[in-house]
Structures are given as structure tokens and as C-alpha cells.
């Protein structure tokens, strides 16, 4: 049995912890319409290799759409509705995004979630996350929605502080977590990505979140 057979075995639908939940396979109808909306996302406004404030070179490359975008550099960690790279907007979010993120959140038990941003990132072999709050949305009292797509990777879910546990989470291609209400300050990361190859991204994978930050 493969990695990816193992990671496709695990139980569907497992609340993470109260007001989270990973959906298994949720976004698979929709995995080609979402692909391709990462594509024409990231012809407009390419990946890149971000900083944070204290010089450090994030290992997943990123990129965004929506009326904001999360950025980090020099200057902090914030929402800004240009793309610093090019002084433009971020492309509009496509349809097929906004869509998803109101029907997962719906089916977690968050009937009104509108995102008005998504922060797409790339990974690849080796590329991870460390365990972060999100902190830098305007509205925290809407949930934040994460499509998986391409390799399996470990979702790291914890607490309210930094010490508390972390759950060691599988997620697969087209798996949806969704965390908010009491959950919502929980500290959450990824494991390095390991090496594979998925039979639509190769040795990659995409997550995207979406998110109300404004």
C-alpha cells in the first residue's frame, strides 16, 4: 500500500476539536473547476517566496486573490488589497473558490461565511508551516476554510497557546478543514511536505485558505 493509499484509508468527516472539522473529500467534485482556478489565479498574480518581518524565507510560495491579500515582509504580517510585487489588485476571486468555502463552512455548522480572500500556497518536497495563529483578519468571528489538493501532507492542530498539543492530522487531495467559534485562535501548521508524486500535481501540493479579512 502506498502513502497516498494510507492517507486515502483514514475515516471522513472528523471533528478536530469543538467548532473544527476536517471534511474528507469534500472538494473532489469540484477538483478540476478549483485547479484551473489556481492556475488563472497565479498567471495573474505568479508565486512567490515571502519574508517575514525578521528575514526569514517562507519555504511555501504563496499568493492570493479576493479583495485583500496576506502578506508579509519587512514591514509585518497584514491584508493589503494590492499586490506588492505588482501595484495591482489581486485577481478576483473565481467563483468556483467562493463557492466551495461557503459550502464546506455551511456543511461545519458556519451557514454565513462570505470570504472575501483566499491565500493560495505552493509546496513543494521539504516545504512546511510552522504552527501560527491567524491573527491579522478583520473579522474574527468567521471561520477559516483550507482546501488540500495534490500530496498528502500532516495538518499540525492545537490549542489557544503555543504549549498546548497538536493533533497530527493525514490530509488528503480534496479534503476541507474547517476551524471557528472557540477554535477559531487555535495554533496550526504542516509537516514537511514528503517526497511523491500525485497524478494531477506531481510533487506538489496546493492549500488554499479562505478567509473574511476584511
Known sequence: MTTMDLFAAQPRDIPLAEGAVLLGGFALPDEAAL???VEAVAAVAPFRHMETPNGFRMSAAMTNCGAAGWVTDRRGYRYD???PESGRPWPTMPSVFADLARRAASAAGYPDFAP???LINFYEPGAR???HQDMNEG????P???LSLGL???FLFGGLQRTDPMQRVPL???DVVVWGGPSRRAFHGVNPLKEGVHPLLGRRRINVTFRKAL
Not at 139 to 142: I, K, V
Open 35 to 37: 485547479l484551473a482556478a
Open 81 to 83: 488589497p494590492l499586490d
Open 116 to 118: 472575501d480572500s483566499a
Open 129 to 131: 508551516m510552522s504552527a
Open 139 to 142: 473579522d474574527a468571528s468567521a
Open 144 to 146: 477559516i476554510v483550507s
Open 152 to 154: 498528502p501532507m500532516t
Open 172 to 174: 488528503a487531495h480534496g
